[in-house]
């Protein structure tokens, strides 16, 4: 079957993206195989939230968690940014981008471990989760979270040569990740919250943002949030096997 | 039994295609916006945005509008920016039709009526057709076809489509599908998902396709922010005009189909399938029994099967005037290199006033490529505009334009020095650009979350120009945006960045 040329750009940009999230996913992995002890002690973990680290130090395991749940989410960004960039400049450009964009990530991500960690050392094993599913469902519902995820879609101009085009794809790249964090913020406390459970629903959370990610942007209000592309998806292949059936 | 299309103007001014044309759209006018058989059920499937449809007097406090449920089923589908335009567009017309044909015998009139087409490019019928201009008709009471908010390129309620603002240089495309990445996008649109507004337009729906719609409907000369209905897309199809503009468009894309082998519709899965196939929405059309029709870009590609035809399958309506695409043998849809940055400006340029202009910083590395792929080929210039197989080519992008108004038409020249008249240089004009859809898409949270529009012309014959005249080989290239009317100061309309890109066919 024939590839159109912007289907070949698309793939083009997303391998390399997938397997550096195939990667992060296999270090967050071992790393909670080498931790799991450690996060499902209800002291160690006030232990560590007023340590103001988890595991063996936040950051690496903050990069860790964002590369593999918030890096897919760069592919838009980074095919924008790669098509608008001079050729002998992209490799320059897309290590840019993808500093900015973990910096801000990593300054959130630290944030919501410590707040993580402290509100399961408050409210323990049932209670921490329990709110943080809560929170999770109100603010995906809320006009701040499609505001923020819209935006999140944006595709600025950026200048191509000297100076300003690098400051102009660190902005770009400081905005993506600043609203990306705005809409799913409670996606990446969660797993904070789930203890023993970290890594599973680290992963479960990882599949909501990528889904919800390809949703179209849409007038910010208060809605009941819907995987509607996978539902609908899901509902076509259940008709054709019914109708195949009938 | 095939069905024809004709043009508007083959008969008399209220011949009967047109005069049945009248009768069905009244019916469907004095219909509550509610029934999908209504006027403005169908015009809101198009676009609907219900801020500018009250200001326009299309939508009152007592209009009940249909249930959350059909609005999300039906309303707000057309696709454009996408490759999905011409067949989506093709099954609007095929299911407004059958219900304009429902009307139409329900009051007497022929079974086998189609819509007629209006070819603005046919010697002598650059005008509205006579039967939409005035407010008189044969039957009683006003003139359905009529629409006071049409107001035409100068805004002055004269409305043609001047020859010069329009051409038909996308049917010399070989691929139907191309790019959103500074190169070609193709004759019919980037491969996309369900698009209600792509940010790049493919290159037979922006020219002249949004050329003409914002060329008939121009703006309210009272109210600058307004826009006839046609300028629109939330707008275009309350106006009855719409539909025999986009039986042209799909004319066009059967003239395309028929010019030369190589031209053919994508054979892709996701294409021939439609954006339901990937969990998108599906293209659904109510029908006049009630049920509703679903359909997909496979079902639209061949008219045969659909059961109609045009009367004329030449580009402009005149045979002499055709101009077949060369033979070029069997081409794949979607072949072209990948797009490579030339240059880009270093600032956004605001569009007012009679003109607005920037400098493109162009890479010297690049630059001299180009230059080299322009001397390798000089001697096979292409004759007549026709695409030259294997040599490079050259687009202008002009990037995340932005506005509060759809309704300035601009040309583009490239090359043009500081005191150089746009008129005693036509060789440097690279074409002209209708925002059609730049109001939405400045919208912050819309389709473009506020990103505004892409425009892709092909300067390849500009460049080549100014490369044997020594003015491409420079470090800035000046380009300079020249409105058709002088644009208001607080128009808000700007050109994020302007840029050049090469790309080898």
Not at chain 1, 183 to 194: D, E, K, R
Not at chain 2, 108 to 113: D, I, Q, V
Not at chain 2, 149 to 173: E, K, M, T, W
Not at chain 2, 214 to 236: E, I, N, Y
């Amino acid at each position: 079957m024939p590839e159109t040329a912007e289907a070949a750009w698309r793939r083009r940009t997303r391998i390399p993206v997938l397997l550096a999230t195939a990667a992060a996913w296999v270090a967050v992995v071992e790393l909670s195989a080498w931790d799991g002890p450690a996060m499902q002690s209800r002291e160690q973990m006030a232990q560590m939230a007023q340590m103001g680290h988890a595991g063996r130090g936040a950051v690496p395991t903050v990069a860790l968690m964002v590369a593999a749940m918030m890096t897919p989410l760069l592919i838009p960004a980074a095919r924008h940014v790669a098509a608008r960039t001079l050729r002998r400049r992209r490799p320059r450009a897309i290590s840019l981008l993808v500093v900015a964009h973990a910096a801000v990530w990593l300054v959130g991500g630290v944030a919501l471990q410590v707040v993580g960690g402290q509100a399961f050392a408050l409210l323990g094993p049932l209670a921490a989760p329990t709110a943080g599913i809560a929170v999770v469902l109100v603010w995906h519902m809320s006009p701040t979270a499609q505001r923020c995820g819209n935006r999140h879609h944006a595709q600025p101009p950026l200048a191509a040569f000297g100076t300003a085009a690098d400051l102009d794809v660190l902005t770009y790249g400081a905005r993506h990740a600043a609203y990306c964090l705005g809409a799913c913020w409670p996606l990446m406390l969660l797993p904070a919250l789930c203890g023993a459970h970290q890594l599973a629903v680290m992963a479960l959370c990882s599949v909501w943002v990528w889904v919800q990610a390809q949703e179209s942007p849409t007038r910010p209000r208060w809605r009941l949030w819907l995987p509607a592309r996978p539902a609908r998806l899901v509902r076509d292949h259940v008709a054709v096997r019914l109708a195949r059936a009938g | 039994m095939t069905k024809t299309r004709v043009n508007v103007y083959a008969g008399k001014k209220w011949a009967d295609p047109v005069l049945w044309y009248a009768r069905g759209v009244a019916a469907m006018q004095s219909r509550p916006v509610d029934d999908p058989t209504s006027w403005r059920f169908w015009a809101a499937m198009h676009g609907f945005d219900q801020s500018l449809w009250e200001t326009l007097g299309y939508l009152g406090p007592h209009d009940a509008q249909p249930s959350r449920a059909v609005v999300k089923q039906f309303w707000k589908q057309c696709q454009h920016g996408s490759w999905y335009f011409l067949p989506w567009h093709r099954g609007y017309l095929l299911a407004f039709e059958r219900i304009v044909r429902a009307a139409v015998v329900d009051a007497g009139g022929p079974a086998g009526w189609t819509l007629p087409y209006w070819n603005p490019f046919a010697t002598g019928e650059s005008k509205l057709p006579p039967a939409f201009r005035s407010n008189a008709w044969p039957d009683a009471g006003d003139n359905p076809l009529f629409v006071a908010q049409r107001y035409g390129p100068h805004s002055d309620g004269d409305v043609f489509v001047p020859p010069g603002q329009v051409d038909l240089g996308a049917l010399q495309r070989r691929h139907f599908t191309g790019v959103s990445t500074g190169g070609s996008p193709g004759f019919g649109g980037v491969d996309t998902g369900f698009s209600h507004g792509g940010p790049v337009h493919g290159e037979l729906e922006r020219m002249p396709h949004d050329q003409i719609h914002v060329l008939v409907g121009g703006g309210d000369p009272h109210h600058p922010t307004l826009p006839g209905l046609m300028s629109d897309p939330d707008t275009a199809a309350l106006d009855p005009i719409f539909w025999l503009h986009h039986a042209n468009m799909d004319r066009l894309w059967e003239v395309w189909n028929k010019s030369a082998t190589g031209h053919h519709d994508p054979t892709d899965a996701q294409w021939k399938n439609g954006p339901a196939s990937v969990g998108d929405r599906a293209f659904e059309m109510p029908d006049p029994d009630g049920s509703t029709w679903t359909y997909t870009p496979q079902d639209m590609k061949s008219v045969t099967a659909l059961g109609y035809d045009y009367d004329d399958l030449t580009p402009t309506g005149s045979p002499q005037a055709a101009r077949p695409a060369a033979e070029e043998g069997v081409a794949p849809v979607s072949s072209d290199g990948e797009p490579e940055l030339v240059g880009a400006t270093s600032q956004p340029i605001a569009l007012e006033g009679a003109s607005a202009a920037g400098d493109v910083q162009l890479d010297r590395t690049v630059r001299r490529d180009v230059a080299a792929a322009f001397t390798a080929t000089t001697a096979a210039t292409p004759a007549d505009g026709a695409e030259d197989a294997g040599s490079e080519r050259v687009f202008l992008n002009l990037e995340n334009v932005r506005g509060s108004a759809d309704t300035t038409v601009f040309e583009v020249y490239v090359g043009l020095g500081a005191d150089d008249s746009p008129a005693d240089h036509p060789g440097l004009l690279a074409g002209s650009i209708a925002p059609f859809g730049v109001r939405k898409a400045t919208q912050p949270d819309g389709d473009h979350q506020g990103q505004g529009l892409t425009f892709v012309l092909d300067i390849t014959e500009v460049a080549r120009r100014l490369h044997l005249d020594s003015s491409f080989d420079v470090d800035r290239l000046p380009v300079r945006l020249v409105p058709l009317r002088p644009v208001r100061a607080g128009a808000g309309i700007t050109v994020g960045r302007i840029s050049i890109y090469r790309q080898a066919a």
